[in-house]
């Protein structure tokens, strides 16, 4: 019976993970594949509970701060706000996937423009001590090699 729960409950991880990814069915051919397939799901699983496990740590230390306040109309206020902010790992990355960064260039160098995310996304991101990223971000020009001249190089050796 263990073994029948335990193989329902990897089934729900494996159906939320699908649906947190947004994938649909994939179809892989060899091990190898398939193996790196399910590594990148269950590390995604893992990336969204650990989100939830510190979101819902900082969530329970303001609801015991809130407990602590004796005037009970001002309690029940800051209760009800902290309860509209009750959010599940899913959640929290929904709402960081509405973040976009845009790719520009500027005298021949490229770096990223970071907007500033949504009030909820911030709060989110405090709430779970993640500091905000700069607004720009420079990326590092690497050397490329030019795939045509690699593929004239072999067939010159050939």
């Given at each position: 019976?263990?073994?029948?729960?335990?193989?329902?409950?990897?089934?729900?991880?494996?159906?939320?993970?699908?649906?947190?990814?947004?994938?649909?069915?994939?179809?892989?051919?060899?091990?190898?594949?398939?193996?790196?397939?399910?590594?990148?799901?269950?590390?995604?699983?893992?990336?969204?509970?650990?989100?939830?496990?510190?979101?819902?740590?900082?969530?329970?230390?303001?609801?015991?701060?809130?407990?602590?306040?004796?005037?009970?109309?001002?309690?029940?206020?800051?209760?009800?706000?902290?309860?509209?902010?009750?959010?599940?790992?899913?959640?929290?990355?929904?709402?960081?996937?509405?973040?976009?960064?845009?790719?520009?260039?500027?005298?021949?160098?490229?770096?990223?423009?970071?907007?500033?995310?949504?009030?909820?996304?911030?709060?989110?991101?405090?709430?779970?001590?993640?500091?905000?990223?700069?607004?720009?971000?420079?990326?590092?020009?690497?050397?490329?090699?030019?795939?045509?001249?690699?593929?004239?190089?072999v067939k010159s050796r050939g």
């Open positions: 019976m263990l073994s029948y729960k335990t193989l329902m409950n990897i089934e729900r991880a494996f159906r939320e993970i699908k649906n947190f990814l947004e994938v649909g069915l994939l179809y892989h051919w060899n091990e190898k594949r398939v193996r790196g397939h399910i590594f990148v799901c269950v590390l995604a699983y893992l990336f969204e509970q650990e989100l939830q496990v510190l979101y819902r740590r900082q969530w329970q230390k303001e609801a015991d701060k809130i407990q602590q306040i004796s005037d009970e109309d001002e309690r029940n206020k800051k209760q009800e706000d902290l309860d509209s902010r009750w959010y599940t790992g899913e959640r929290i990355v929904k709402e960081l996937a509405r973040w976009h960064v845009q790719k520009a260039e500027f005298l021949d160098k490229e770096f990223l423009s970071v907007p500033p995310p949504t009030p909820r996304a911030q709060r989110m991101l405090a709430d779970i001590a993640i500091p905000l990223p700069s607004k720009i971000i420079h990326l590092v020009n690497r050397l490329v090699p030019n795939l045509m001249s690699i593929t004239n190089l």
